[in-house]
């Protein structure tokens, strides 16, 4: 039972990826819009630096920043070592 509504499932996404990928005409990209102004393009070292140098560096900053300012290791450096127990029992 459970193979067939993964053969199921897979059959609708390929069907629909399928039907998208068909309906989206690419060469209607090229007809140009009345007051379309596109700007020059961009290089491939300038593509990468920005989706994905930038979002990268934003990412290890962020990591960063939490890391460093992470107040969860004072909380749980009190542990036993700062009791200080003497026994006056007498067996």
Do not use: E
Request: proline content about 4%.
């Amino acid at each position: 039972m459970d193979k067939k509504n993964a053969l199921r499932a897979g059959a609708l996404a390929a069907g629909t990826t399928l039907m998208m990928l068909l309906m989206s005409s690419p060469a209607l990209a090229l007809t140009r819009d009345d007051g379309d102004d596109p700007g020059p393009g961009l290089s491939v070292i300038q593509t990468l630096g920005l989706y994905v140098l930038i979002p990268l560096a934003l990412f290890a900053v962020i990591a960063g920043l939490v890391m460093l300012l992470d107040k969860s290791r004072a909380k749980t450096a009190s542990t036993s070592r700062n009791v200080d127990v003497k026994s006056d029992a007498k067996a």
